[in-house]
């Protein structure tokens, strides 16, 4: 009898790894076609295009919850069957396994009108953004808010509904975990910004207001891509409006910036940024490639691998102790008046904004949290969508000290719940958590850490985060990698710190 | 019973819709995908990628040949059903059949074991025309030449079992019909070749011995493509080592070229060309799109729009003087001595030449009859794999009164051998046998027409190609489109005559 057993198993687990080969070859096809209409595609083109790639992301849907895959999943997740797995299958069955219960659980016909009305509210939010108006866009997000609280049901969760939407960006987080982590940040926060505001210093930011060839900006961020750990024979750096990074292989990952004359932070930081994300996915061990593996464990992780390299590698002193000699060549005339630690403390320059993409390392953070309120009290059922914009202004007011004048730079700025995204919006916060945790675990390992930037060694820091983060690609979750990594769960407390000793440096508290 | 019989084809002509929009988005899909692996893809992630795009192909195979499309074309290829399908539809079928019937001819062991050894074959010619030893590549060759002599066996054929492998490229088209129409293309050619050479006169070739800064030529190159009819809103223009036209949707055609800075005609002459392919596929009926008519009707009429634009549009005394005085702007240090009349015969120089891709209008075709002599002679039987060196560098003495030193400059130096491409070849020169027919018939109805091309109006040209040939995509048969285009089936003397005329006034014969 054991015999036909492993024969069955064996040959369940061949068709399932063929499987989760096909649908990752899918996807990777389906990266390469979003970078490509980002980035490449004539204008002419794109309509039918955007139909040929829907053609093969409903196919790679179908194989997800095809009757194959569910007929193998539950050969793979029985109790004799799941124990023998090796660690690789088991996630592997997990991540599938996950997506398959919660697709399957939601009716086809609800999940159609829902998919209907997401395409319908994105062009409503879009009208509504641009005519500054909130009724156009009201009806519908009423709608999604609604389908939201009902998806919430169907998946289930313990203790708040609102659980079950954040735990499709970060598997396992929940609302009690975050309110502290958040509500200690908040009041951190808060306090800092008033002590910066009433210390009535500032920082040199007009530098950034002169112009900056655009293509000596390219020339530049081209230079310090490898020299920060970026592998250009693995990638590429392309132009966007809104940058990102697209990974196609662990051999092809893609990132794109914006070049503004105006702002030369804008693709200098947005390129570091990016690369984060790049360096991470250009690390994942390549035996994962071709499997669901070969991904980063989760949106906060993710986040946190960009945060790092922009905001404690890329904003630090000792960066541009480094790179600022370098800078100045590429632009004499704009910077012969501003010293190294007059660019440090620009770059780091805090503002109370309307924007949250526009935001500084600071006040980024309040932005997330005013979101994660409205998106918990939404989905919760304590507030409803009509408040929103006066519950928008409010908080802005309390946390940032500012209310704004419209609702396109208060409440319709964001793209996310136009396609229903709700509980995306913390993983950015997150992000920043995880990578200060990180900072000072890397501290510790390698008290040279700034040492080292200062000297352009980003070898030996990227070596530690590939060995120590990037090669794991998504085989343990947030929680279990961010315990590996630092011992201990996410804490608020590091972040604290990191924000506390940085403004206090740059604004001289 | 007629009710149930109509419900039934319905029902399969609506599946067999779908079934052809979804192979032709994954085709769409594909495209592009080999377009980015020869212009953007990082060398590094190649192979991987090259995996998942296999994959993909794998599925359209799949699909092309399914029980479903088999079951569909059983349909709708029925005595009762065929006679009430709309030409649309009717043609569909005739594709996907061919197809369908064609494949499953070959038993699925006999395909795999050629697939491997294409592969195989292919890494064998890349070392043997690299060493120079025409040994590396002959057992290679010589079992890819039993394959195909077994295939045009399995597939089927009237006269010569060549027809068979043409049909794959030229459908109908047999060697019955090839033989007096390039008998009578190379006497003449051979004839015309001994001419010029006689006259002892020459063109002021030198001009291109110069530099042109690259820069200035692709400037130039991106100036003439709209001019030309290219539409830059539905492609684009980038740089390969081997130009390319790639399609993967009417309004998304990507062009290659590639610039040499000692070569200033390579980037142009190889942009025209392609841009000949290029509008072809953006003037396809958009009605056609994501349907398998959305292409080309064939090599040889495909072939035909890049050489008519490239050759006699590009390449006339009309053209020149249009263009030239722009030419002159962007490279007036080294046009300075050059009239346009001398640069007109320039472009037109004919000199006998080793390798095909670089040859002049006139010698192209000699080249090409040697390849298709060959093949013909070594599918029929009549010579061996292993007579090749010596049979082509005789045929090179014969026609071209040249000897290759070397098998690399001789037989070894195409690519399609090693992928079992025989037929592919008589495509080039069909090409210029129907550009000259086509000629002939645009200058009848429009008889302004090089008096537009010298006045830069090319629109009025192209919307005569877009009427009479472009939109069509692959409704017609190659036979029938020329008939319909130009009122009788292809012949000889078109080309025949206008090369003698374009000689004899390049050479003043």
New interface residues.
Partial sequence: MEKVVDQTLQAALEKFNALD??I???S??IG??DW?SKV??????????A???G??RT?VFKLQVSEEMGDLLAVLTSAENSEVLDQVTKVKVREYNEFYQKSKSIPADLFQEYSILTAQANDAWEEAREKNEFAIFLPYLEKIVDYKRKFAEIYGYEDHPYDALLDEFEPGLTVKRLDPLFAELRESSVNLLERIKKSGKTTPEEVFEQSFEIEKQKEFNRFILPIIGF??????LDETVHPFAQT??????RLTTRYIEKNVRSALFGTIHEAGHGIYEQHVNPAY??SVLQSGASFGIHESQSRFLENMVGRSNEFWNYFYPHLVKYFPAQLKNVSVDGFYRAVNSVKPSFIRVEADELTYNLHIMLRYEIEKALIGGEIEVKDLPAVWNQKMQDYLGITPSTDSEGVLQDVHWSFGGFGYFPSYSLGNLYAAQILRTIQKEIPDFYAHIENGRFEVIQEWLRENIHQYGKLYTPNELIIKITGEQLNANYLVEYLEKKYSEVYGL
């Fill in positions: 080969q096909k990752t070859h899918f990777s096809i390469l076609t490509d490449m595609a004539p204008k002419k083109g794109r309509n039918v295009f139909k040929a790639t053609t093969l196919e592998d250009m024979e693995a990638g590429r196609v292989t662990i051999g092809d990952v490639e071709e």
